[in-house]
């Protein structure tokens, strides 16, 4: 069992920044691809940003490619959402989560194996 913790989320003006982070548990960290996942209020949960094990594969969405940056750092098994731009409709709870399926990055949901517990993002206007 993998715990991902998620941290760095909060309220911010619109255009403003934020960095999420994404600590796990356990010794595997480097073999998983991880992605970012996020859920408004009413909607359903959205892809985000994938990466994969060794960090040189990423995939975004169209809605934050150009805006966001997904990261890792195995050393610290910590991965990371650099997010620029912020508009309104970014606003969210983030979630992080793992794939130890080895199959590469993915926007599916459910070929993850693992979640964080979310961390909301707010971005006022």
């Known amino acids: 069992q993998v715990q991902l913790v998620e941290s760095g989320g909060g309220l911010v003006q619109a255009g403003g920044s934020l960095r999420l982070s994404c600590a796990a548990s356990g010794r595997a960290f480097s073999t998983y691809a991880m992605g970012w996942f996020r859920q408004a209020p009413g909607k359903e949960r959205e892809f985000v940003a994938a990466i994969n094990y060794s960090g040189g594969n990423t995939y975004y969405a169209d809605s934050v490619k150009g805006r966001f940056t997904i990261s890792r750092d195995n050393a610290k098994n910590t991965v990371y959402l650099r997010m620029n731009r912020l508009k309104p409709e970014d606003t969210a709870v983030y979630y992080c989560?793992?794939?130890?399926?080895?199959?590469?990055?993915?926007?599916?949901?459910?070929?993850?194996?693992?979640w964080g517990q979310g961390t909301q993002v707010t971005v006022s206007s």
């Open positions: 989560a793992a794939d130890r399926s080895k199959a590469g990055v993915t926007f599916l949901p459910n070929a993850y194996d693992w």
